[in-house]
């Protein structure tokens, strides 16, 4: 597609994590207004990966991973007939935007589409790179709080590790950032989050007694490791290390 030619178009606000919604100018769409999940799975997952063309057995597999007996054919021109409905509120004529080309569904290449998890991967690749451009220690916090900002999951589909192992290793990097200005205050409030999102993660509670402890909230701290041993032992008859 010309440039020129997609400027003359709306562009299209994606977000998928914390929730899933499609925004034109002032109109949206949002997964919260409908409870039937299957379209919703199938749109998303054609938005995310809006790169490539997806076969009609590659979306089956998604979908009705746990209905091996649908009938596959007549079901997935259903539901795509059901997510392009969802479209309409967006004012842009939904076979433009859930296209089907030799035989394959994709995303649509004419309109631009802007989403939240390629500019989470972009903040995590920057913050991450070890040769990385942003050396200032401020600048690089500022960049690690606006990608924890950005994340809260919640997936339909199962890219999610991918982006999760991201989210993992950016809270590791900020907690290095936040422990050498020691403001453990900060740490606190981030590893809470995150042993929310990762229960299991064992460095996230680590962190997390340990800022408690330096902050001065000592009986919090005793009752934070209670908990997480408690935790480990019950969910997998061990203690953490």
């Given at each position: ?49 809006q790169k490539k063309s997806i076969s009609p057995g590659e979306l089956i597999n998604i979908v009705w991973a746990d ?175």
């Open positions: 597609m010309n440039a020129s030619v997609m400027e003359d178009k709306p562009t299209i606000y994606i977000k998928t994590l914390g929730g899933f919604s499609l925004r034109v100018g002032d109109k949206e769409i949002t997964d919260h207004s409908n409870q039937s999940k299957k379209p919703w799975c199938l749109l998303e997952y054609l938005v995310v990966f209905d091996p007996g649908v009938n596959p054919g007549g079901a997935l021109k259903t539901l795509m007939f059901r997510s392009r409905k969802l479209l309409e509120p967006l004012g842009i004529p939904p076979q433009k935007l859930l296209v089907q080309q030799r035989g394959s569904y994709c995303w649509t290449q004419d309109y631009l589409s802007v989403l939240d998890i390629d500019q989470f991967e972009s903040v995590c690749n920057q913050v991450l790179s070890s040769g990385g451009a942003v050396k200032d220690p401020d600048q690089l916090l500022a960049m690690c709080m606006k990608g924890l900002d950005l994340y809260n999951e919640s997936w339909v589909i199962p890219i999610s590790t991918y982006y999760h192992s991201l989210y993992q290793k950016l809270v590791y990097k900020t907690v290095e950032l936040l422990t050498k200005k020691e403001d453990f205050s900060r740490i606190t409030s981030i590893c809470q989050t995150a042993v929310g999102i990762e229960p299991f993660d064992e460095e996230f509670h680590y962190h997390l007694v340990y800022s408690l402890y330096r902050d001065g909230h000592t009986s919090q701290a005793i009752e934070e490791y209670n908990h997480t041993l408690d935790l480990f032992y019950n969910e997998f008859s061990i203690s953490p290390s």
